[in-house]
């Protein structure tokens, strides 16, 4: 059975950083694309970065985290990171990790949603 487990998310003062974890089972990082999404309460849930299935991973971003997140895969551990630097108080949301046939910016491609990790960023 297919299924990811997110973790190391937290609170964090404005400037922070934080290493977001998602562990895949069921599969391999080499079939599928995986993507990290987020949900603010009352918004809806938007990409934030994704990482294709090759073994070079090509990636891609949200013009609003450019620069500051860095997606990776480690695909001994089975996992993929999301990296968050330089964090602002709106980047407070649920981050979520799910797979993909190939990177898209359209959230209902993709299935296998975690359970996902709180982020909150706040002085």
């Known amino acids: 059975q297919l299924a990811f487990v997110e973790s190391g998310g937290g609170l964090v003062q404005p400037g922070g950083s934080l290493r977001l974890s998602c562990v895949a089972s069921?599969?391999?990082?080499?079939?599928?694309?995986i993507g990290w999404f987020r949900q603010a309460p009352g918004k809806e849930r938007e990409g934030v970065a994704c990482?294709?299935?090759?073994?070079?991973?090509?990636?891609n971003y949200a013009d609003s985290v450019k620069g500051r997140f860095t997606i990776s895969k480690d695909v001994v551990k089975n996992t993929v990171y999301l990296r968050l630097n330089s964090l602002k108080p709106e980047d407070t949301a649920v981050y979520y990790c799910?797979?993909?046939?190939?990177?898209?910016?359209?959230?209902?491609?993709?299935?296998?949603w975690g359970q996902g990790t709180q982020v909150t960023v706040s002085s």
């Open positions: 990482i294709t299935s090759s073994s070079g991973g090509s990636t």
């Open positions: 069921g599969f391999t990082l080499d079939i599928y694309a």
């Open positions: 799910a797979a993909a046939w190939g990177c898209s910016g359209n959230v209902a491609e993709y299935g296998y």
